[in-house]
Protein backbone atom coordinates (compact mmCIF):
# COMPACT_ATOMS: atom_id res chain seq x y z
CA UNK A 1 0.00 0.00 0.00
CA UNK A 2 1.33 3.64 -1.05
CA UNK A 3 2.11 6.37 1.52
CA UNK A 4 -0.39 8.48 -0.51
CA UNK A 5 -3.32 5.22 -0.46
CA UNK A 6 -2.45 4.40 3.43
CA UNK A 7 -3.22 8.34 4.46
CA UNK A 8 -6.72 8.70 2.39
CA UNK A 9 -7.58 5.57 4.14
CA UNK A 10 -6.77 6.97 7.69
CA UNK A 11 -8.37 9.85 6.30
CA UNK A 12 -11.75 7.82 5.58
CA UNK A 13 -11.19 6.21 9.09
CA UNK A 14 -10.99 9.30 10.81
CA UNK A 15 -14.93 10.96 9.12
CA UNK A 16 -16.41 7.74 10.09
CA UNK A 17 -14.60 7.60 14.06
CA UNK A 18 -14.39 11.20 14.57
CA UNK A 19 -14.78 11.27 19.05
CA UNK A 20 -17.84 12.89 20.33
CA UNK A 21 -17.98 16.45 22.78
CA UNK A 22 -15.51 18.73 22.59
CA UNK A 23 -13.01 16.04 21.17
CA UNK A 24 -14.52 16.05 18.29
CA UNK A 25 -14.34 19.87 17.39
CA UNK A 26 -10.64 20.15 18.33
CA UNK A 27 -9.34 16.95 16.34
CA UNK A 28 -12.18 17.53 13.42
CA UNK A 29 -10.64 17.35 9.85
CA UNK A 30 -14.09 17.14 7.99
CA UNK A 31 -14.57 20.27 6.27
CA UNK A 32 -18.07 20.90 7.24
CA UNK A 33 -16.71 20.87 10.93
CA UNK A 34 -14.17 23.47 10.42
CA UNK A 35 -16.71 25.77 8.08
CA UNK A 36 -18.80 25.81 11.09
CA UNK A 37 -16.03 26.22 13.73
CA UNK A 38 -15.18 29.24 11.60
CA UNK A 39 -18.62 30.56 11.03
CA UNK A 40 -19.33 31.12 15.06
CA UNK A 41 -15.89 32.23 15.84
CA UNK A 42 -16.08 34.85 13.40
CA UNK A 43 -19.69 36.16 14.48
CA UNK A 44 -18.30 35.71 18.03
CA UNK A 45 -15.62 38.22 16.80
CA UNK A 46 -18.59 40.69 15.38
CA UNK A 47 -19.95 40.92 18.84
CA UNK A 48 -16.74 41.84 20.64
CA UNK A 49 -15.55 44.04 17.79
CA UNK A 50 -19.32 45.58 17.76
CA UNK A 51 -19.02 46.04 21.50
CA UNK A 52 -16.01 48.08 21.24
CA UNK A 53 -18.15 50.45 18.51
CA UNK A 54 -20.87 50.92 21.08
CA UNK A 55 -18.85 51.80 23.54
CA UNK A 56 -17.01 54.21 20.73
CA UNK A 57 -20.53 55.82 19.34
CA UNK A 58 -21.64 56.14 23.44
CA UNK A 59 -18.62 58.25 23.33
CA UNK A 60 -19.44 60.14 20.20
CA UNK A 61 -22.85 61.07 21.05
CA UNK A 62 -22.74 64.32 22.79
CA UNK A 63 -19.70 66.39 22.35
CA UNK A 64 -16.93 66.38 25.18
CA UNK A 65 -15.38 63.86 27.43
CA UNK A 66 -18.66 61.74 28.94
CA UNK A 67 -17.50 57.76 29.35
CA UNK A 68 -13.47 56.90 28.03
CA UNK A 69 -10.26 58.29 28.33
CA UNK A 70 -8.57 59.67 25.21
CA UNK A 71 -6.37 56.96 25.25
CA UNK A 72 -8.41 54.60 25.71
CA UNK A 73 -10.79 55.58 23.14
CA UNK A 74 -7.60 55.09 20.75
CA UNK A 75 -6.94 51.78 21.72
CA UNK A 76 -10.69 50.69 21.19
CA UNK A 77 -10.33 52.21 17.48
CA UNK A 78 -7.23 50.03 17.31
CA UNK A 79 -9.10 47.06 18.45
CA UNK A 80 -12.01 47.56 16.85
CA UNK A 81 -10.66 47.77 12.84
CA UNK A 82 -8.49 44.37 14.00
CA UNK A 83 -11.21 42.28 15.22
CA UNK A 84 -13.45 43.18 12.47
CA UNK A 85 -10.87 42.68 9.58
CA UNK A 86 -9.02 39.43 10.74
CA UNK A 87 -11.35 38.61 13.20
CA UNK A 88 -15.28 38.71 11.91
CA UNK A 89 -14.81 39.31 7.99
CA UNK A 90 -12.00 37.10 6.71
CA UNK A 91 -12.50 34.17 9.03
CA UNK A 92 -16.56 34.24 7.80
CA UNK A 93 -15.33 33.81 4.00
CA UNK A 94 -12.93 31.00 4.79
CA UNK A 95 -15.94 29.10 6.72
CA UNK A 96 -17.99 29.84 3.46
CA UNK A 97 -15.38 28.08 1.55
CA UNK A 98 -14.53 25.48 3.76
CA UNK A 99 -18.02 24.57 3.77
CA UNK A 100 -19.10 24.91 0.57
CA UNK A 101 -16.21 24.66 -2.06
CA UNK A 102 -15.79 20.58 -1.59
CA UNK A 103 -19.31 20.30 -2.19
CA UNK A 104 -19.86 23.03 -4.95
CA UNK A 105 -16.48 21.18 -7.29
CA UNK A 106 -17.34 17.53 -6.13
CA UNK A 107 -14.53 17.00 -4.11
CA UNK A 108 -15.08 14.60 -0.73
CA UNK A 109 -13.28 17.10 1.42
CA UNK A 110 -10.30 19.64 1.48
CA UNK A 111 -6.82 18.36 0.13
CA UNK A 112 -5.18 19.15 3.53
CA UNK A 113 -7.57 18.67 5.89
CA UNK A 114 -5.18 18.22 9.19
CA UNK A 115 -3.13 21.91 8.19
CA UNK A 116 -7.44 22.82 7.76
CA UNK A 117 -8.16 21.82 11.49
CA UNK A 118 -4.56 23.85 12.26
CA UNK A 119 -5.62 27.23 10.25
CA UNK A 120 -8.49 27.65 12.48
CA UNK A 121 -7.52 26.24 15.97
CA UNK A 122 -4.34 29.40 15.81
CA UNK A 123 -6.71 31.86 15.48
CA UNK A 124 -8.71 31.99 18.92
CA UNK A 125 -5.09 31.94 20.51
CA UNK A 126 -4.12 35.39 18.24
CA UNK A 127 -7.20 37.08 19.20
CA UNK A 128 -7.22 36.22 23.01
CA UNK A 129 -3.50 37.46 22.95
CA UNK A 130 -5.02 40.84 20.96
CA UNK A 131 -7.91 41.40 23.16
CA UNK A 132 -6.10 40.35 25.90
CA UNK A 133 -3.87 43.40 25.71
CA UNK A 134 -6.73 45.66 27.09
CA UNK A 135 -5.69 44.09 30.35
CA UNK A 136 -1.73 45.13 30.62
CA UNK A 137 -0.63 47.41 32.60
CA UNK A 138 -0.57 50.14 29.12
CA UNK A 139 -3.36 49.07 27.53
CA UNK A 140 -4.32 47.80 23.87
CA UNK A 141 -2.36 49.05 21.12
CA UNK A 142 -3.45 52.97 20.74
CA UNK A 143 -1.87 53.41 17.31
CA UNK A 144 -5.39 52.79 15.35
CA UNK A 145 -5.54 49.70 13.28
CA UNK A 146 -3.42 51.06 10.32
CA UNK A 147 -0.49 51.09 12.73
CA UNK A 148 1.37 54.36 11.13
CA UNK A 149 4.93 54.79 12.32
CA UNK A 150 6.08 56.38 14.52
CA UNK A 151 2.74 55.90 16.89
CA UNK A 152 3.25 52.26 16.42
CA UNK A 153 7.03 52.57 17.19
CA UNK A 154 8.52 55.76 18.49
CA UNK A 155 5.38 56.40 20.48
CA UNK A 156 3.99 53.16 21.28
CA UNK A 157 2.86 51.16 24.26
CA UNK A 158 3.65 48.17 25.73
CA UNK A 159 2.21 45.97 24.11
CA UNK A 160 3.10 46.55 20.74
CA UNK A 161 4.75 43.23 20.95
CA UNK A 162 1.48 41.44 21.15
CA UNK A 163 -0.12 43.11 19.11
CA UNK A 164 2.81 41.96 16.19
CA UNK A 165 2.75 38.30 17.52
CA UNK A 166 -0.96 38.17 17.08
CA UNK A 167 -0.95 39.98 13.48
CA UNK A 168 1.66 36.65 12.74
CA UNK A 169 -0.66 34.47 13.76
CA UNK A 170 -3.87 36.15 11.52
CA UNK A 171 -0.93 36.27 8.65
CA UNK A 172 -0.22 32.71 9.32
CA UNK A 173 -3.59 30.93 9.34
CA UNK A 174 -4.91 32.79 6.34
CA UNK A 175 -1.93 31.62 4.17
CA UNK A 176 -2.46 28.18 5.21
CA UNK A 177 -6.37 28.47 4.47
CA UNK A 178 -5.53 29.99 1.18
CA UNK A 179 -3.21 27.14 0.11
CA UNK A 180 -5.33 24.65 1.81
CA UNK A 181 -8.45 26.22 -0.99
CA UNK A 182 -5.96 26.37 -4.09
CA UNK A 183 -4.85 22.67 -3.58
CA UNK A 184 -8.57 21.70 -3.30
CA UNK A 185 -9.53 23.36 -6.77
CA UNK A 186 -6.84 22.51 -8.75
CA UNK A 187 -6.75 19.07 -7.96
CA UNK A 188 -9.76 17.49 -6.70
CA UNK A 189 -12.35 19.16 -9.13
CA UNK A 190 -14.64 16.36 -10.40
CA UNK A 191 -14.03 14.79 -14.22
CA UNK A 192 -15.30 17.21 -16.76
CA UNK A 193 -15.50 20.18 -14.10
CA UNK A 194 -13.24 22.44 -16.05
CA UNK A 195 -12.30 26.11 -14.88
CA UNK A 196 -14.77 27.84 -16.41
CA UNK A 197 -17.69 25.46 -15.16
CA UNK A 198 -17.31 26.72 -11.35
CA UNK A 199 -19.28 28.30 -9.60
CA UNK A 200 -18.66 31.92 -9.21
CA UNK A 201 -18.15 31.39 -5.46
CA UNK A 202 -15.46 28.57 -6.32
CA UNK A 203 -13.66 31.22 -8.79
CA UNK A 204 -14.25 34.34 -6.44
CA UNK A 205 -12.55 32.61 -3.16
CA UNK A 206 -9.74 30.46 -5.94
CA UNK A 207 -9.02 34.69 -6.76
CA UNK A 208 -8.95 35.71 -3.20
CA UNK A 209 -6.84 32.75 -2.54
CA UNK A 210 -4.21 33.81 -4.45
CA UNK A 211 -4.15 37.44 -3.31
CA UNK A 212 -3.60 36.23 0.31
CA UNK A 213 -0.70 34.43 -0.45
CA UNK A 214 0.56 37.82 -2.21
CA UNK A 215 -0.20 39.81 0.29
CA UNK A 216 0.21 38.24 3.69
CA UNK A 217 3.84 38.01 3.34
CA UNK A 218 4.09 41.54 3.34
CA UNK A 219 1.72 42.76 6.39
CA UNK A 220 3.95 40.36 8.42
CA UNK A 221 7.52 42.15 7.24
CA UNK A 222 6.08 45.49 7.94
CA UNK A 223 4.94 44.36 11.22
CA UNK A 224 7.92 43.02 12.21
CA UNK A 225 10.06 46.27 11.03
CA UNK A 226 7.60 47.32 13.22
CA UNK A 227 8.78 45.36 16.25
CA UNK A 228 12.59 45.80 15.19
CA UNK A 229 12.28 49.51 15.56
CA UNK A 230 10.18 49.62 18.55
CA UNK A 231 12.41 47.10 20.48
CA UNK A 232 15.66 46.09 19.00
CA UNK A 233 16.78 49.64 18.15
CA UNK A 234 16.75 49.38 13.92
CA UNK A 235 15.87 52.88 11.89
CA UNK A 236 13.31 51.74 9.55
CA UNK A 237 10.92 54.31 9.68
CA UNK A 238 12.91 56.75 12.49
CA UNK A 239 14.15 59.67 10.38
CA UNK A 240 16.80 60.46 13.26
CA UNK A 241 18.69 57.24 12.10
CA UNK A 242 18.31 57.33 8.44
CA UNK A 243 14.59 55.52 8.02
CA UNK A 244 11.56 56.91 6.68
CA UNK A 245 7.99 56.42 8.26
CA UNK A 246 6.15 57.02 4.71
CA UNK A 247 8.15 53.78 3.79
CA UNK A 248 5.47 52.40 6.15
CA UNK A 249 2.32 53.25 4.48
CA UNK A 250 4.06 52.35 1.40
CA UNK A 251 4.35 48.63 2.31
CA UNK A 252 1.21 48.52 4.85
CA UNK A 253 -0.55 49.82 1.72
CA UNK A 254 0.41 47.46 -0.63
CA UNK A 255 -0.71 44.92 1.82
CA UNK A 256 -3.80 47.33 2.86
CA UNK A 257 -5.41 47.53 -0.50
CA UNK A 258 -5.42 44.18 -2.03
CA UNK A 259 -6.89 43.56 1.81
CA UNK A 260 -9.91 44.91 0.85
CA UNK A 261 -10.62 42.96 -1.80
CA UNK A 262 -9.66 39.82 -0.25
CA UNK A 263 -12.84 40.93 1.91
CA UNK A 264 -14.95 41.85 -0.73
CA UNK A 265 -14.28 38.87 -4.04
CA UNK A 266 -16.54 35.98 -2.02
CA UNK A 267 -18.70 38.40 -1.31
CA UNK A 268 -19.31 38.96 -5.19
CA UNK A 269 -19.31 35.18 -5.53
CA UNK A 270 -22.04 34.60 -2.50
CA UNK A 271 -24.18 37.68 -4.32
CA UNK A 272 -23.97 35.76 -7.46
CA UNK A 273 -25.12 32.57 -6.54
CA UNK A 274 -27.91 33.73 -4.69
CA UNK A 275 -29.12 36.62 -7.25
CA UNK A 276 -29.50 33.59 -10.31
CA UNK A 277 -31.40 31.53 -7.83
CA UNK A 278 -34.25 33.63 -6.84
CA UNK A 279 -34.15 35.25 -10.13
CA UNK A 280 -34.95 31.89 -12.21
CA UNK A 281 -32.18 32.88 -14.17
CA UNK A 282 -28.31 31.69 -15.48
CA UNK A 283 -26.34 34.38 -14.31
CA UNK A 284 -25.77 37.07 -17.10
CA UNK A 285 -22.04 37.34 -17.94
CA UNK A 286 -20.57 34.64 -16.39
CA UNK A 287 -17.22 34.80 -18.30
CA UNK A 288 -17.45 38.15 -17.96
CA UNK A 289 -17.56 38.12 -13.95
CA UNK A 290 -14.87 35.86 -14.27
CA UNK A 291 -12.47 37.97 -16.02
CA UNK A 292 -14.13 40.82 -14.11
CA UNK A 293 -13.03 39.44 -10.74
CA UNK A 294 -9.39 38.98 -12.13
CA UNK A 295 -9.63 42.09 -13.50
CA UNK A 296 -10.20 43.59 -9.56
CA UNK A 297 -7.25 41.18 -8.55
CA UNK A 298 -4.67 42.13 -10.75
CA UNK A 299 -5.74 46.00 -10.43
CA UNK A 300 -5.53 45.86 -7.00
CA UNK A 301 -1.86 45.71 -6.80
CA UNK A 302 -1.31 49.20 -8.07
CA UNK A 303 -4.17 51.60 -6.52
CA UNK A 304 -2.33 51.23 -2.75
CA UNK A 305 -1.25 55.10 -2.96
CA UNK A 306 -4.42 56.63 -3.07
CA UNK A 307 -4.50 55.96 0.59
CA UNK A 308 -1.36 58.30 0.44
CA UNK A 309 -2.32 61.50 -2.04
CA UNK A 310 -1.41 63.71 1.52
CA UNK A 311 1.73 62.87 2.30
CA UNK A 312 3.39 64.80 -0.83
CA UNK A 313 3.96 62.44 -3.53
CA UNK A 314 5.32 64.11 -6.68
CA UNK A 315 2.18 64.91 -9.48
CA UNK A 316 3.04 62.14 -11.99
CA UNK A 317 2.55 59.88 -8.88
CA UNK A 318 -0.58 61.49 -8.13
CA UNK A 319 -2.25 61.37 -11.62
CA UNK A 320 -1.02 57.67 -12.00
CA UNK A 321 -2.57 56.32 -8.94
CA UNK A 322 -5.70 58.30 -9.41
CA UNK A 323 -6.72 57.14 -12.82
CA UNK A 324 -5.47 53.39 -11.85
CA UNK A 325 -8.13 53.99 -9.12
CA UNK A 326 -10.50 54.76 -11.10
CA UNK A 327 -9.86 52.17 -13.79
CA UNK A 328 -10.88 49.36 -11.09
CA UNK A 329 -14.15 50.97 -10.73
CA UNK A 330 -14.92 49.11 -14.50
CA UNK A 331 -14.75 45.74 -13.51
CA UNK A 332 -16.84 46.70 -10.31
CA UNK A 333 -19.26 48.24 -12.73
CA UNK A 334 -19.64 45.26 -15.08
CA UNK A 335 -20.21 42.93 -11.96
CA UNK A 336 -23.33 45.34 -11.11
CA UNK A 337 -24.46 45.61 -14.74
CA UNK A 338 -24.75 41.15 -14.51
CA UNK A 339 -26.29 41.14 -11.41
CA UNK A 340 -29.32 43.79 -12.17
CA UNK A 341 -29.00 42.21 -16.00
CA UNK A 342 -29.41 38.92 -14.30
CA UNK A 343 -32.65 40.38 -12.37
CA UNK A 344 -33.59 41.91 -15.20
CA UNK A 345 -37.22 40.44 -16.65
CA UNK A 346 -36.60 36.92 -13.99
CA UNK A 347 -39.03 35.19 -12.33
CA UNK A 348 -37.74 36.61 -8.37
CA UNK A 349 -39.26 36.44 -5.65
CA UNK A 350 -37.95 37.57 -2.33
CA UNK A 351 -36.82 35.27 0.29
CA UNK A 352 -34.51 36.41 2.78
CA UNK A 353 -30.96 35.96 1.12
CA UNK A 354 -32.51 37.95 -2.03
CA UNK A 355 -33.60 41.10 0.19
CA UNK A 356 -29.71 40.92 1.59
CA UNK A 357 -28.33 40.24 -1.60
CA UNK A 358 -30.54 43.30 -3.64
CA UNK A 359 -29.68 45.62 -0.31
CA UNK A 360 -25.82 44.33 -1.35
CA UNK A 361 -25.86 45.61 -4.91
CA UNK A 362 -27.49 49.29 -4.16
CA UNK A 363 -25.20 49.71 -0.75
CA UNK A 364 -22.05 48.20 -2.01
CA UNK A 365 -22.96 50.43 -5.20
CA UNK A 366 -23.24 53.81 -2.81
CA UNK A 367 -19.62 52.42 -1.01
CA UNK A 368 -17.97 52.76 -4.75
CA UNK A 369 -19.06 55.42 -5.56
CA UNK A 370 -18.06 57.85 -2.52
CA UNK A 371 -14.72 55.19 -3.17
CA UNK A 372 -14.81 56.72 -7.32
CA UNK A 373 -15.01 60.68 -5.00
CA UNK A 374 -11.94 59.58 -3.20
CA UNK A 375 -10.08 58.86 -6.20
CA UNK A 376 -9.84 62.14 -7.12
CA UNK A 377 -6.37 63.52 -5.80
CA UNK A 378 -7.50 67.25 -5.46
CA UNK A 379 -11.26 66.33 -3.67
CA UNK A 380 -9.34 63.67 -1.60
CA UNK A 381 -7.04 66.87 0.67
CA UNK A 382 -10.61 67.81 1.52
CA UNK A 383 -11.87 64.14 2.70
CA UNK A 384 -8.55 62.68 3.80
CA UNK A 385 -8.95 61.50 7.38
CA UNK A 386 -12.15 62.23 7.86
CA UNK A 387 -15.58 60.74 8.71
CA UNK A 388 -16.55 60.82 4.64
CA UNK A 389 -13.73 58.00 4.88
CA UNK A 390 -15.37 56.31 7.63
CA UNK A 391 -18.19 56.05 5.93
CA UNK A 392 -16.80 54.95 2.26
CA UNK A 393 -15.34 51.71 3.60
CA UNK A 394 -18.12 51.05 6.01
CA UNK A 395 -20.56 51.08 3.00
CA UNK A 396 -18.02 48.69 1.09
CA UNK A 397 -17.28 46.19 4.55
CA UNK A 398 -20.65 46.68 6.57
CA UNK A 399 -23.51 46.72 4.01
CA UNK A 400 -21.05 44.66 1.23
CA UNK A 401 -18.96 42.06 3.13
CA UNK A 402 -21.19 41.69 6.08
CA UNK A 403 -24.92 41.57 4.44
CA UNK A 404 -23.61 39.04 1.83
CA UNK A 405 -22.39 37.08 5.19
CA UNK A 406 -25.99 37.14 6.23
CA UNK A 407 -27.23 36.19 2.64
CA UNK A 408 -24.73 33.09 2.25
CA UNK A 409 -25.81 32.36 5.77
CA UNK A 410 -29.73 32.71 5.35
CA UNK A 411 -29.56 30.70 1.44
CA UNK A 412 -27.11 27.75 2.80
CA UNK A 413 -28.61 27.39 6.47
CA UNK A 414 -31.24 25.00 5.37
CA UNK A 415 -28.28 23.02 3.97
CA UNK A 416 -26.60 22.84 6.93
CA UNK A 417 -28.59 22.30 9.31
CA UNK A 418 -31.61 19.52 7.65
CA UNK A 419 -34.06 22.57 9.18
CA UNK A 420 -35.58 25.78 7.70
CA UNK A 421 -35.15 28.88 10.19
CA UNK A 422 -38.50 31.48 11.36
CA UNK A 423 -38.74 33.21 8.31
CA UNK A 424 -40.52 35.92 10.69
CA UNK A 425 -37.62 36.55 12.84
CA UNK A 426 -35.30 37.05 9.61
CA UNK A 427 -37.51 39.60 8.14
CA UNK A 428 -37.24 41.36 11.38
CA UNK A 429 -33.68 40.55 11.24
CA UNK A 430 -33.01 42.01 7.61
CA UNK A 431 -35.41 45.38 7.95
CA UNK A 432 -33.98 46.40 11.47
CA UNK A 433 -30.45 45.85 9.90
CA UNK A 434 -30.93 48.14 6.95
CA UNK A 435 -32.79 50.89 8.23
CA UNK A 436 -30.68 50.87 11.40
CA UNK A 437 -27.21 50.81 9.33
CA UNK A 438 -28.03 53.28 6.85
CA UNK A 439 -28.76 55.63 10.03
CA UNK A 440 -25.71 54.91 11.25
CA UNK A 441 -23.48 55.17 8.21
CA UNK A 442 -25.17 57.85 5.90
CA UNK A 443 -24.94 60.73 8.19
CA UNK A 444 -20.93 60.58 8.33
CA UNK A 445 -20.87 61.32 4.59
CA UNK A 446 -21.75 64.88 6.15
CA UNK A 447 -19.86 64.77 8.72
CA UNK A 448 -17.10 64.27 7.00
CA UNK A 449 -17.99 66.70 4.36
CA UNK A 450 -18.05 69.38 7.18
CA UNK A 451 -14.70 68.43 7.79
CA UNK A 452 -15.11 66.39 11.45
CA UNK A 453 -11.97 64.35 11.33
CA UNK A 454 -11.76 60.58 12.54
CA UNK A 455 -10.51 58.86 15.05
CA UNK A 456 -11.23 61.75 18.08
CA UNK A 457 -13.39 61.22 20.96
CA UNK A 458 -14.32 64.96 20.95
CA UNK A 459 -15.50 67.23 18.26
CA UNK A 460 -16.91 70.81 17.74
CA UNK A 461 -20.72 71.60 18.89
CA UNK A 462 -21.91 71.85 15.14
CA UNK A 463 -21.25 67.79 14.73
CA UNK A 464 -23.80 67.34 17.25
CA UNK A 465 -27.33 66.47 15.89
CA UNK A 466 -25.41 64.25 13.54
CA UNK A 467 -23.48 62.16 15.49
CA UNK A 468 -26.57 61.89 17.99
CA UNK A 469 -28.43 60.20 14.94
CA UNK A 470 -25.08 57.83 13.94
CA UNK A 471 -25.01 57.02 17.60
CA UNK A 472 -28.75 55.82 17.95
CA UNK A 473 -28.42 53.97 14.57
CA UNK A 474 -25.03 52.04 15.78
CA UNK A 475 -27.08 51.14 19.08
CA UNK A 476 -29.84 49.53 16.48
CA UNK A 477 -27.52 47.77 13.79
CA UNK A 478 -26.03 46.29 17.21
CA UNK A 479 -28.72 44.70 19.12
CA UNK A 480 -30.54 44.04 15.68
CA UNK A 481 -27.31 41.12 15.09
CA UNK A 482 -28.98 39.48 18.33
CA UNK A 483 -31.92 38.91 16.36
CA UNK A 484 -29.88 37.07 13.84
CA UNK A 485 -28.41 35.08 16.94
CA UNK A 486 -31.97 34.13 18.24
CA UNK A 487 -32.67 33.17 14.36
CA UNK A 488 -29.73 30.41 13.89
CA UNK A 489 -30.18 29.19 17.49
CA UNK A 490 -33.74 28.56 16.77
CA UNK A 491 -33.39 27.15 13.58
CA UNK A 492 -30.54 24.43 14.67
CA UNK A 493 -32.22 23.20 17.93
CA UNK A 494 -36.12 23.61 17.02
CA UNK A 495 -36.62 24.82 13.47
CA UNK A 496 -39.30 22.73 11.04
CA UNK A 497 -37.57 20.18 8.71
CA UNK A 498 -36.28 22.53 5.50
CA UNK A 499 -37.84 20.59 2.28
CA UNK A 500 -35.43 18.72 -0.80
CA UNK A 501 -36.05 22.05 -2.57
CA UNK A 502 -36.51 24.90 0.33
CA UNK A 503 -36.61 27.66 -2.12
CA UNK A 504 -39.30 26.52 -4.34
CA UNK A 505 -38.12 26.33 -7.75
CA UNK A 506 -34.79 28.66 -7.02
CA UNK A 507 -31.91 25.39 -7.31
CA UNK A 508 -28.84 26.85 -6.93
CA UNK A 509 -28.81 25.03 -3.26
CA UNK A 510 -28.98 21.89 -4.71
CA UNK A 511 -25.36 20.24 -5.37
CA UNK A 512 -24.70 16.78 -7.19
CA UNK A 513 -21.76 16.10 -6.01
CA UNK A 514 -19.44 14.21 -8.86
CA UNK A 515 -21.39 15.51 -11.50
CA UNK A 516 -19.13 17.46 -14.74
CA UNK A 517 -22.70 19.40 -15.27
CA UNK A 518 -22.06 22.84 -15.93
CA UNK A 519 -22.72 24.64 -11.76
CA UNK A 520 -22.86 27.92 -12.81
CA UNK A 521 -26.30 27.12 -14.81
CA UNK A 522 -29.24 26.75 -12.52
CA UNK A 523 -32.25 24.61 -13.61
CA UNK A 524 -35.76 26.51 -14.31
CA UNK A 525 -39.04 26.06 -13.31
CA UNK A 526 -41.06 24.84 -15.88
CA UNK A 527 -43.23 27.53 -15.66
CA UNK A 528 -40.90 30.24 -17.71
CA UNK A 529 -38.72 27.66 -19.52
CA UNK A 530 -39.75 29.06 -22.55
CA UNK A 531 -38.17 32.27 -21.53
Given at each position: MTTDTLENTEHHEEHHAQPSGIKRWLYTTNHKDIGTLYLWFSFIMLLVGGGLAMIIRAELFQPGLQIVEPDFFNQLTTTHGLIMVFGAIMPAFTGFANWMIPMMIGAPDMALPRMNNWSFWILPFAFSIL????????????????????????????????????????????????????????????????????????????????????????????????????????????????????????????????????????????????????????????????????????????????HMFTTGMPLFGELFFMYCTMLIAVPTGVKVFNWVATMWRGSMSFEIPMLFSIAFVILFTIGGFSGLMLALTPVDFQYHDTYFVVAHFHYVLVT??????????????????????????????????????????????????????????????????????????????????????????????????????????????????????????????????DE
Open positions: IGSFFMESGAPNFGWTFYAPLSTTYSNGSTAFFVFAVHIMGISSIMGAINVIVTIMNMRAPGMTYMKMPLFVWTFFITAYLLIAVMPVLAGVVTMVLTDTYFGTSFFNAAGGGDPVMFQHIFWFFGHPEVYIMILPAFGIVSTIIPAFARKKLFGYSSMVYATASIALLSFIVWAHGSLFSIFAGTYYWLPKWTGHMYNQTLAQWHFWCSIISVNLLFFPMHFLGLAGMPRRIPDYALQFADFNKWVSIGGFAFGLSQLLFLAVVIKCIRSGEKAADKPWDGAEGLEWTVASPAPYHTFSTPPAIK
